[in-house]
């Protein structure tokens, strides 16, 4: 056995108590929300499930699949339309609380159960998540995303639950075009250890093959790499504030402070060395690569500000630290973690932008009864209104009476 194996510590179990409290911590953040949202920004996803055959969900959406979302819009629509907004908060839910527990497992894999008790909770209410995991299936390919790169820097944790790791890498590889990040970690890692282990090649396998399918889609649509802004520094928004700032330059520093604490690090373990750079590579690399396609936004923010607290966590819970620099080092990861939660707690609940609107069963309800007059053929439903701001989804009356059932068939 490896000495990268008896140096890392994982626990059997996690504590029984932390399922309901993860749970309740992602629910929590949706009460605010949970009677206005739709499923998904513009219900494109619902409206194509409803619509098109069950293969739409191998259909490419922004030049890339994105099955998770697409399957569960599949699930959604067997619902009452005016009840969508209950059951994909409970699928997101289900989804984060989920991933939460697997960056948890393996922070404890580095820095023992402490740390992963806090990575577990931080998950779960990370700061960005206020806009980008309330209601919104379209958006748990970030948290997958997130829990996929924990993964697979963490090879014990990887290897001990080896074909439940495999179906996550698969779910956010055929979900998100950024699994190209942690399989090329995975793969340099590989090559720098010279060291694999039972399952290596299958692992090796299904990241390569997840992301050249995500190549080959979008170089087939022929999408922009940029996806939102012009080609200089991307500023949305005007006055946007700490918290907006903070989705950008938050998980890049936490990043860039967890790669000089692993620079800092004894060399007589190579090996945990090697993984604690590794850790602040692929966090600072997905967050520079989120930023000069998507610019400053709250869902590739869930990711890179969890990954970058990980990153921090696990590189300043490195036992080969020089002893000159460990107490800087714990109380840097005391600092970080703790701006981490002030903006956790600040943006805890939705924001107005998702709570402005109607009541999503109020509004299917008015909408009916304006068919039922018998002098329209088709309404807009409302599913944001914000000021001056309206955004609305048109559907036939027929669509709407044959869709708010159980079970509609196709």
């Given at each position: 056995?490896?000495?990268r194996?008896?140096?890392?510590?994982?626990?059997?179990t996690?504590?029984v108590f932390?399922?309901?409290?993860?749970?309740?911590a992602?629910?929590?953040?949706?009460?605010?929300?949970?009677?206005h949202?739709?499923?998904?920004?513009?219900?494109?996803?619902?409206?194509?499930a409803?619509?098109?055959?069950?293969?739409?969900?191998?259909?490419?959406?922004d030049?890339y699949f994105?099955?998770v979302?697409r399957?569960?819009?599949?699930?959604?629509?067997?619902?009452?339309?005016?009840q969508?907004?209950?059951?994909?908060?409970?699928?997101?839910?289900?989804?984060v609380a989920?991933?939460?527990?697997?960056?948890g497992?393996?922070?404890?894999?580095?820095a023992?159960?402490?740390?992963?008790?806090?990575?577990?909770?931080?998950t779960?209410?990370?700061?960005?998540?206020?806009?980008?995991l309330?209601?919104?299936?379209?958006?748990?390919?970030?948290?997958?995303?997130?829990?996929?790169?924990?993964?697979?820097?963490?090879?014990?944790?990887?290897?001990?639950?080896?074909?439940?790791?495999?179906?996550?890498?698969?779910?956010?590889?055929?979900?998100?075009?950024?699994?190209?990040?942690?399989?090329?970690?995975?793969?340099?890692?590989?090559i720098?250890?010279r060291?694999?282990?039972?399952?290596?090649?299958s692992?090796?396998?299904?990241?390569l093959g997840?992301?050249?399918?995500?190549?080959?889609?979008?170089?087939?649509?022929?999408?922009?790499v940029?996806k939102?802004?012009?080609?200089?520094?991307y500023?949305?928004?005007?006055?946007?504030?700490v918290?907006?700032?903070?989705?950008?330059l938050?998980?890049i520093s936490?990043?860039?402070?967890?790669?000089?604490?692993?620079?800092l690090?004894?060399?007589?373990?190579?090996?945990?060395r090697?993984?604690?750079?590794?850790?602040?590579?692929?966090?600072?690399?997905?967050?520079?690569?989120?930023?000069?396609?998507?610019?400053?936004k709250?869902?590739?923010?869930v990711?890179?500000?969890?990954l970058?607290?990980?990153a921090?966590?696990?590189?300043?819970s490195?036992?080969?630290?020089?002893?000159?620099?460990?107490?800087?080092?714990?109380?840097?990861a005391?600092?970080?973690?703790?701006?981490?939660?002030v903006?956790?707690?600040?943006?805890?609940?939705?924001?107005?932008?998702?709570?402005?609107?109607?009541?999503?069963?109020?509004?299917?309800?008015l909408?009916?009864?304006?068919?039922s007059r018998?002098?329209?053929?088709?309404?807009?439903?409302?599913y944001?209104?914000?000021?001056d701001?309206?955004a609305?989804?048109?559907?036939?009356?027929?669509?709407?009476?044959d869709?708010?059932?159980?079970f509609?068939?196709?």
């Open positions: 056995m490896s000495p194996v008896n140096q890392l510590v994982v626990g059997t996690k504590p932390l399922v309901p409290i993860i749970l309740a992602v629910l929590g953040r949706s009460w605010t929300a949970i009677h949202l739709p499923p998904d920004p513009g219900l494109g996803f619902q409206v194509a409803r619509e098109g055959s069950v293969l739409q969900i191998f259909s490419l959406a030049g994105q099955l979302p399957l569960a819009s599949e699930i959604l629509a067997l619902v009452p339309l005016g969508l907004t209950y059951w994909s908060t409970l699928f997101n839910a289900l989804i989920t991933c939460a527990l697997i960056v497992w393996c922070a404890e894999a580095f023992g159960r402490t740390i992963g008790l806090l990575m577990s909770l931080a779960a209410i990370t700061y960005a998540s206020s806009e980008g309330v209601g919104n299936v379209w958006s748990v390919r970030w948290t997958l995303l997130s829990a996929t790169c924990a993964l697979t820097v963490t090879p014990q944790v990887l290897h001990r639950c080896h074909w439940a790791s495999m179906a996550l890498i698969l779910m956010t590889g055929l979900s998100h075009a950024y699994i190209v990040v942690p399989a090329s970690f995975f793969i340099v890692r590989q720098l250890t060291q694999t282990r039972k399952g290596d090649w692992i090796t396998a299904v990241l997840a992301s050249l399918i995500q190549i080959a889609g979008f170089l087939s649509t022929n999408s922009p940029q939102y802004g012009a080609q200089t520094i500023v949305p928004w005007a006055n946007m504030g918290f907006w700032y903070a989705v950008f938050g998980p936490l990043s860039v402070a967890a790669l000089a604490i692993g620079l690090a004894s060399k007589s373990d190579d090996s945990r090697l993984d604690v750079l590794l850790v602040g590579c692929s966090s600072a690399t997905l967050a520079v690569l989120s930023y000069l396609q998507l610019g400053i709250s869902s590739p923010a990711a890179t500000s969890v970058g607290l990980f921090l966590l696990v590189s300043a490195n036992p080969m630290l020089k002893s000159q620099v460990r107490l800087g080092t714990k109380s840097l005391l600092l970080g973690s703790a701006v981490f939660l903006l956790s707690l600040e943006s805890y609940l939705a924001s107005d932008y998702l709570t402005s609107g109607p009541k999503w069963m109020s509004e299917v309800a909408r009916k009864s304006e068919c018998g002098d329209v053929s088709e309404v807009a439903l409302l944001l209104k914000r000021g701001l309206e609305s989804e048109t559907l036939a009356c027929a669509t709407i009476q869709w708010d059932a159980w509609w068939q196709r």
